[in-house]
């Protein structure tokens, strides 16, 4: 995969050539985050992460909180899906700013990348439902502002906060689907 997402349209292509050069994008990996609680500085180290790993898709498992955030994650080279968390108020304008660069959804929000089956969701309310179900092939979550990375079918994932404020640890994790083997990536 060489370039996806805002950069897919010949047009944009070739702009974005001229501004970062060449890149590849790796299908296989997948970034992961949750609770950035308008952390710009957390954000920003994120996005670089990812994209010197190369994730193609990236995940958000909710609380972006301001559609601010946005200057920072438009800055990603993949493409983008996140859900609603509790502290998401603003959600016209949080969809409305981010509707350039991907799409948030309400949770649980399932889909099919690479042949894989994902469900994300922000609350962990439906959490034992999904994490039984073996058609499943991760199950995304967030909230508890806490790091759980259980490998299995399904493979259960809640990178921790990137915000740090809670637990004063700024973490995300990168996901090799063709592995499943996850990097859990310490931004301090």
């Known amino acids: 995969m060489f370039v996806k997402g805002k950069y897919s349209k010949p047009e944009n292509f070739i702009q974005f050539l001229s501004l970062k050069g060449y890149i590849m994008l790796k299908d296989n990996l997948v970034g992961i985050i949750s609770d950035t609680h308008d952390n710009k500085s957390s ?11 190369g994730c193609a898709l990236i995940i958000h498992a909710g609380d972006f909180v301001a559609p601010f955030t946005i200057r920072e994650f438009e800055k990603l080279d993949g493409d983008f899906i996140g859900v609603f968390g509790n502290n998401d108020g603003e959600i016209k304008g949080l969809k409305e700013q981010f509707s350039h660069i991907g799409a948030l959804y309400n949770p649980p929000h399932e889909f ?7 469900v994300v969701m922000h609350a962990p309310v439906y959490l034992d439902q999904y994490a039984a179900d073996e ?54």
């Open 112 to 118: 099919t990348y690479m042949e894989k089956k994902f």
């Open 43 to 53: 954000i920003h180290k994120a996005v670089e992460k990812f994209n010197e790993a």
């Open 135 to 188: 058609t499943m092939d991760v199950v995304i979550y967030g909230h508890l502002h806490k790091i759980d990375i259980r490998p299995g079918k399904p493979f259960v994932i809640n990178p921790g906060e990137c915000c740090s404020w809670l637990t004063g640890r700024s973490t995300i994790v990168v996901l090799d689907i063709d592995t499943m083997n996850a990097e859990l990536i310490n931004l301090d």
